[in-house]
């Protein structure tokens, strides 16, 4: 059996659509709503020049609700789950008035209430000190927690340029798919293709001109449900190393310990403040130097945007291919990682001094 004729394209196309119309929705009433849901180009981190809405994670939301009605496996603890950090996010996305410390909480309770409510966990699968570590119990699910809070704030993190978080969580969820496929688990290749669909259908809006927006909302909830299904796909497939879910999500992960790191060390620097020293900010830079010394007409600013965005798909694609290339390879996976750690470090180091 294959992927594609075990799952309904009707399916796909109901995820899809669902998403596409309330983003539609969204941007068609937005003349009442964007005084209160638009993000401003106010900030280091900010790419764009006018208003744009970004409450596209009530879309989200909408997609996952759609899984929940068709009776998908694992949607009705996602969408149980992401809830308190989705509201958390979404309130921000309005009010600008959350405190980021508040939405580092939030999702730390949506992590611990995925762990219950879909009652699974990270193990370690063959490395002797972290099996042992990780047959306690409670060390095992405050991990998974912890992870899946990551993963939250690392889609957020590089929810910086059009298209480059969904982008990104679409590639990633097409290797999630392709994986458990392989290994016959098409109860999680039919959501995670389900939920790819939904992200397509906002991908189209936000794509390359930047209609609208994930907001906090958005990027959360879909940190939360990438985190959930990489974890998952591991854990329902033993001959799956949990490597190779960690080098599918490695390149938001590694953005985020990275800045966590940068900014530990600068003491200067808020911790909680966002900054524009990230791979995709300083890749939008390059690209805008680019143009400025073109003798060609200059790009639009959302062109510049798009392009810079689409240029740091390359990264997840790479880490994702090898995933399933490697899938069952514990100490190729290992490597892996650490190349795309290097790719990483040696892209933003030349794109920074050009």
């Not at 927690?145 to 982008?167: E, H, K, P, T």
């Not at 524009?276 to 390059?286: G, K, N, P, T, V």
Request: aromatic share 8%.
């Amino acid at each position: 059996m294959t992927l594609l004729s075990e799952i309904s394209p009707l399916l796909l196309l109901s995820g899809f659509l669902s998403v596409l119309i309330l983003c539609v929705i969204i941007l068609a009433s937005q003349k009442w709503h964007l005084i209160y849901s638009s993000d401003t180009d106010i900030g280091p981190q900010k790419i764009h020049s006018n208003q744009i809405p970004r409450i596209g994670g009530i879309a989200l939301l909408a997609g996952l609700l759609t899984a929940y009605i068709l009776k998908l496996p694992f949607a009705a603890g996602l969408l149980i789950g992401v809830l308190p950090v989705f509201l958390a996010g979404i309130s921000e996305d309005i009010s600008k008035k959350i405190p980021p410390f508040f939405r580092l909480g939030a999702s730390i309770v949506s992590a611990v209430a995925l762990v219950l409510v879909l009652s699974f966990q990270i193990s370690a699968k063959g490395i002797p000190l972290f099996d042992t570590l990780f047959s306690i119990e409670i060390i095992a699910l405050s991990i998974t927690a912890l992870a899946i809070a990551l993963m939250a704030q690392s889609i957020n993190i590089i929810d910086g340029l059009n298209g480059l978080s969904i982008g990104t969580s679409l590639i990633m969820t097409c290797a999630i798919a392709i994986i458990a496929a392989m290994n016959g688990d098409f109860a999680l290749a039919e959501f995670s293709l389900f939920f790819g669909a939904c992200l397509a259908g906002i991908l189209v809006i936000n794509f390359p001109r930047g209609l609208l927006f994930l907001g906090d909302g958005g990027a959360y909830l879909l940190g939360c449900v990438i985190a959930v299904l990489a974890i998952l796909l591991a854990e329902r497939n033993s001959s799956v190393s949990s490597f190779a879910s960690l080098l599918i999500v490695s390149y938001p992960i590694y953005e985020t310990l990275r800045s966590f790191i940068r900014r530990t060390i600068d003491k200067n620097t808020d911790f909680f403040i966002a900054d524009d020293q990230h791979l995709h900010s300083i890749m939008y830079r390059f690209i805008s130097n680019l143009n400025s010394t073109s003798t060609a007409k200059p790009n639009k600013l959302w062109a510049t945007n798009a392009f810079a965005g689409m240029s740091c798909w390359l990264l997840p694609l790479l880490s994702s291919v090898l995933a399933v290339l490697f899938q069952s390879s514990m100490p190729v996976l290992l490597i892996c990682v650490v190349l795309i750690i290097l790719v990483y470090e040696t892209a933003i180091r030349i794109l920074a001094k050009s």
